[in-house]
């Protein structure tokens, strides 16, 4: 004769089987047929506790959530987690908080966004590393890109707002800061589609669309009226730009152009030739040097 508590389960090991009972009851045995006679205490969870248990015959597994006193039938064992816990802490969420679960029986992702309360399938496992993922808050003159690994397509998000991902999405970059567009700023932008570059110059507050990239951010090239430059194209051509003409004060360079760098000498015997010159002084200048004569008689 045994006793078992309210909060335990007897474990009955008969010859070929194995039988659970839980209390409170009185449990009259056969020692002829009773291998091994073992009373546990049940798993008590808390209202934010969940276990995972697995039946060793058939290998399903199953989840229970509490508050509740957990009672195994036959053959179950209750699995510890990565700190040998057998009570799992449910998830919560907060708003800005998501996680992704991938189920290893079926393959599929499963995205839960805060704020919520998430118990994980008993199949199921992260995703990311880190479990708990932060969306990513954009503020008004923010953006960032985000992959789908699956079938490679890209979206780009702006603020404000907070970007959170799908099953099969990782953001491409961290988050980027627009770029304003005024009377002295253009951006250079190659559509990687067509692999074609454009000058962007209207004043907006500029975020590149889903197939574009920033190559570069342009200032104005100012002239006075006495600096002259050379701007080279792609094909080699170049052009001469005056201060002097109103047309030409001022402008942005053009896709595929640059402006020329003359290298220059300077010192008084003009051994130094580091210096660098992107615009011309026209105006009339004067410079000393230095010569070494040797006469003959």
């Known amino acids: 004769m045994k006793f078992v508590s309210r909060d335990e389960q007897l474990f009955v090991e008969n010859l070929t089987t194995q039988s659970v009972v839980s209390g409170p009851k009185v449990v009259f045995t056969n020692p002829l047929t009773t291998k091994s006679l073992e009373a546990r205490k049940a798993l008590s969870l808390g209202s934010l506790e969940y276990c995972v248990i697995k039946n060793i015959i058939s290998g399903k597994r199953r989840v229970q959530v509490g508050p509740k006193l957990v009672m195994l039938e036959p053959y179950d064992v209750i699995l510890k987690d990565a700190q040998g816990k057998k009570n799992r802490q449910i998830i919560s969420l907060k708003a800005n908080e998501f996680i992704r679960f991938i189920d290893n029986k079926s393959g599929k992702i499963r995205v839960v966004r805060g704020e919520d309360v998430v118990v994980p399938g008993a199949d199921e496992e992260f995703v990311d590393q880190k479990g708990v993922m932060q969306a990513m808050d954009l503020k008004i ?8 690994i699956n079938t490679g397509a890209v979206r780009t998000e702006r603020g404000e707002e907070l970007v959170f991902l799908d099953p099969f999405e990782e953001y491409i970059d961290c988050k980027k800061t627009a770029i304003e567009v005024d009377d002295e700023t253009a951006v250079l932008v190659r559509n990687k589609r067509s692999g074609q570059q454009h000058l962007v110059t209207e004043k907006i507050l500029f975020v590149p669309s889903n197939d574009e990239e920033i190559m570069e951010v342009r200032s104005l090239v100012k002239l006075a009226d006495y600096e002259a430059c050379i701007v080279r194209d792609n094909t080699g051509k170049d052009s001469f730009y005056f201060g002097s ?9 053009p896709p595929h152009a640059q402006l020329v760098q003359l290298l220059w000498s300077r010192g008084r015997r003009r051994e130094l030739r580091d210096l660098v010159i992107t615009k011309l002084d026209l105006r009339p200048m004067y410079m000393s040097f230095e010569v070494s004569c040797c006469f003959a008689f």
């Open 245 to 253: 003409n109103e047309e030409e004060r001022s402008f942005f360079l």
């Open 141 to 148: 003159w923010e953006y960032v890109k985000v992959q789908n």
